[in-house]
């Protein structure tokens, strides 16, 4: 590891202890929020150190969009301090970063849950249905329903947003996520249907804010959203965490169980019996459904596919992107969207969409096997794992042999131990 400077160990060796003595994970912010009232200190060092380099980093890029000198690059779905002596000792960029602790006390307050709310394991939220777009264009280039694409183009159109923070494709290669900033339904229909791949998407919140398109929304996976919130109601009240509290309008959050490593595409293509350029879209139903270029569609075994699973997705233990204003997935009936509605801002815009007809819902009783797999998809994410801070480094992982993020903490070397016959 890189020496630091004494504050920077001062900070490194509290945080070490309060998340290994037992202090409320809620007071882990403390290692470093106490260092305002001494002038801060370099965060990006304990950031790198904590997060970055133990291997720990999700890719959320929170404190590559909250930094405000610019002292992070983006590469390999991680930052990079390229710029690091800019540092101005604000904090924020570990103040943000979801892997170092959880949300505050007040987290829920701050979001504007929906009355009633209801928490019955995947995160709080009013009520849901099956949605999915009455355009026939958005249904064919959409993923299962083509909703969140729909209720987007429709608040452009209205002027109700600015702009969308999205996931595109690059040219070359269309299964490899980049982000984008959607402004029109051309842009929004581009970035349509899923890839399974990391896309970083809220990396274009730099462009919003740089040519200020606001308001504007954020869609993304859960670990995308944790990272926002963080941005948007970080206790340091500072300039950039203020520009995010005034100016996203909306957080649509994508279920999520976890991304694939590029070099799963490849293995991919071998499963099918076909090159990894065929490959058109790529879907999860239980098993993974590949339409290929021509429209053929074929399907590969999920669970020897998992092998290829990001390993950072450990990290995250959010399925149903709890924290979002409205939450997308495409479990339940095929061809329709399972919407979760959590908090007014999501019912405003949801309710919207029904209103004008760009949308149409059907009710989750229609197949109740919808909730029974969020609830069950959200128990597995969950099921044995302390909190980020608290998991084994990614070298750690490697020296076990056991990266699989899907099996670490059930069947691998996190799993609790199995009872004895003496004791079962």
């Known amino acids: 590891m890189i020496p630091r400077d004494a504050t920077v160990q001062r900070v490194s060796k509290r945080y070490g202890e309060l998340k290994g003595g037992g202090a409320d994970p809620h007071e882990w912010a403390f290692a470093w929020r106490t260092e305002l009232n001494r002038g801060g200190f370099r965060a990006v060092d304990f950031l790198m150190d904590e997060v970055v380099t133990a291997g720990k980093c999700i890719g959320c890029a929170s404190c590559l969009t909250v930094c405000p000198v610019d002292v992070f690059d983006y590469v390999d779905e991680q930052p990079i301090d390229t710029r690091t002596d800019a540092c101005v000792y604000c904090v924020l960029c570990a103040d943000v970063c979801p892997v170092l602790r959880p949300p505050d006390r007040d987290f829920d307050s701050l979001l504007g849950f ?55 494709v690059l040219p070359e290669d269309n299964q490899i996520g980049t982000h984008r900033l959607a402004t029109d339904r051309g842009s929004v229909l581009a970035c349509a249907s899923s890839r399974y791949t990391y896309s970083p998407n809220t990396v274009a919140l730099q462009e919003a804010m740089k040519r200020d398109v606001t308001p504007i929304a954020v869609v993304g996976v859960p670990c995308q959203v944790d990272g926002m919130r963080l941005q948007q109601h970080s206790s340091i009240r500072l300039e950039m965490a203020n520009w995010y509290r005034s100016n996203v309008a909306l957080v649509m959050g994508l279920f999520c169980s976890e991304a694939f490593t590029h070099e799963s595409l490849d293995k991919l293509g071998e499963m099918i019996g076909e090159p990894r350029s065929r490959i058109d879209n790529i879907n999860i139903k239980g098993k993974v459904v590949v339409r290929l270029d021509d429209g053929e569609i074929k399907t590969a075994s999920l669970k020897k596919y998992r092998d290829f699973a990001r390993p950072a997705c450990l990290y995250c233990l959010d399925y149903g992107a709890e924290n979002s204003d409205i939450a ?43 909730m029974f797999l969020l609830d069950k998809l959200s128990v597995n ?25 899907k099996t670490y903490y059930t069947t691998g070397p996190g799993a609790p131990p199995a009872e004895s016959e003496e004791g079962a």
């Open 328 to 370: 997308f997935g495409g479990i339940g009936l095929d061809d329709w969207t399972f919407v979760l509605v959590r908090t007014e801002r999501g019912h405003e815009a949801y309710q919207a969409a029904l209103a004008a007809g760009v949308i149409v819902e059907r009710p989750l009783t229609d197949e109740p096997r919808g």
């Open 114 to 168: 929906r009355e009633p709310v209801t928490d019955e394991g995947f995160g709080p939220y009013a009520y849901g249905a099956y949605a999915r777009a009455t355009d026939s264009e958005i249904l064919a280039r959409g993923q299962d329903g083509g909703v969140v694409s729909a209720m987007l183009i429709h608040a452009l159109e209205t002027g109700e947003l600015a702009g969308a923070v999205l996931g595109d």
């Open 381 to 405: 994410k969950k099921i044995n794992r302390p909190l980020p801070a608290q998991m084994p480094t990614l070298a750690e992982r490697t020296e076990q042999g056991h990266l699989d993020p």
